[in-house]
């Protein structure tokens, strides 16, 4: 004859064993969704940095390092230089 104690205490272990798994696959899943919300974020704020460069003058070089053109914000005005290879500004508006 079976002890009634005993197969109570058989029937609370297997409760226990099946919340445990339970909760191990709410962990993994949770650890997933957490490490899916990181990738996100990190992907979020690399494209905000490389959306928009920010200066006020930029400074356009050919392969040999001249100056070709700058793009320049004086004051209200913004002021585009195109310069020859020689070093001469060819146009410049306004």
Request: charged fraction near 20%; hydrophobic fraction near 50%; glycine fraction near 10%.
């Amino acid at each position: 004859m079976q002890d009634p104690g005993l197969g109570q205490l058989v029937d609370r272990v297997t409760r226990l064993e099946h919340d445990l798994a339970t909760l191990r696959r709410l962990g993994a899943v949770a650890a997933v969704l957490g490490a899916g919300f990181a990738a996100v974020i990190v992907i979020l704020v690399l494209h905000s940095t490389r959306a928009a460069i920010q200066a006020e003058r930029f400074v356009f070089r050919d392969a040999s390092g001249r100056t070709r053109a700058t793009l320049i914000v004086s004051g209200e005005a913004l002021v585009l230089e195109l310069v020859e290879p020689g070093g001469r500004v060819r146009w410049r508006a306004p």
